[in-house]
């Protein structure tokens, strides 16, 4: 089974996987390679990419050499949309942490409909160009969705247009206010992460606690989309106590 790491709470959780990351970047910046991140939005990630901020600004972390892509995107949407997630990696990570826009990918979700396969088959590209990812933080969804790969995605899928899940159009509605969630998405495939080298999926709270545990225990199957990612040979859990209490 894959390993799991429980931490009392998610600033600990973060803290901790904020410290590989910032070893990795600092081991391949010593040996004059690129660091490849593959990163997540929603409210999860959020106390790894603090503790990367406070790495840098009062422990000095550069990350020259760091390059990063993005899991998902809505579509459409412009990326300077206070609910886009280029907007919310921009304030979070990227600006904070001094990273340069250039290195960072996110899917475009301006890209008009004709264009979309291409600029997918291209995004798919780019990773490979950067050499592939080497860590690919992931959360999970209530459905059990990673990125944007709702129920019925397929192992081998790759980045490309996506029809949201009412579920998660609701739980972004509060933050969309009056205005309609988007029904679409981009999002890479759970065959493009599949070939991240390693893969940190995290989960808090209690709400998490029943779908982490399914997602551990049931049959592989396209219905829950993180077990298709369970034959990866280095996927490992990080969790809260709260999301590990059905464990
Ligand atoms: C978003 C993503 C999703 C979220 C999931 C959990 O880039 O990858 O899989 O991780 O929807 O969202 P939160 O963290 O807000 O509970």
């Known amino acids: 089974m ?28 010593a040996e004059g390679r690129p660091t490849v991140l593959g990163l997540a939005t929603g409210a999860t990630p959020v106390p790894v ?6 790495l840098h600004q009062e422990e000095g972390l550069g990350f020259e050499g760091v390059r990063s892509f993005n899991l998902d995107e809505y579509w459409p949407i412009d990326p300077a949309h206070p609910r886009s997630f280029a907007r919310f990696m921009r304030e979070e990570l990227f600006v904070p942490a001094g990273l340069d826009p ?13 264009q979309l396969a291409e600029a997918c088959r291209a995004y798919e590209q780019a990773i490979r160009d950067a050499g592939g990812i080497d860590l690919q933080l992931l959360g999970i969804g209530l459905s059990g969705h990673i990125g944007f790969n709702e129920p019925g995605a397929l192992a081998g899928s790759r980045t490309r247009l996506v029809e949201l899940a009412e579920s998660t159009r609701l739980r972004a509605a509060p933050a969309f206010g009056e205005e309609e969630v988007p029904k679409r998405g981009i999002s890479v ?19 998490k606690a029943e779908i982490v545990a ?12 993180a077990t298709l990612l369970r034959s990866h040979p280095d996927l490992r859990w990080v969790l809260d106590e709260a999301a590990a209490r059905r464990l």
């Open 49 to 54: 990419y603090r503790e990367l901020v406070r």
């Open 189 to 207: 495939g759970i065959g493009t992460i599949l070939e991240a080298r390693q893969i940190v999926l995290l989960a808090f709270g209690e709400e």
């Open 2 to 29: 894959n390993p799991v790491t429980i931490h009392p709470d998610p600033a600990a959780a973060g803290a901790a996987i904020a410290a590989d990351i910032a070893d990795l970047i600092r081991r391949r910046q």
């Open 102 to 114: 250039k290195d960072c990918r996110i899917p475009d979700g301006l890209t008009p409909m004709p």
């Open 214 to 225: 399914r997602a551990r225990q049931d049959e592989p199957s396209v219905a829950i989309p």
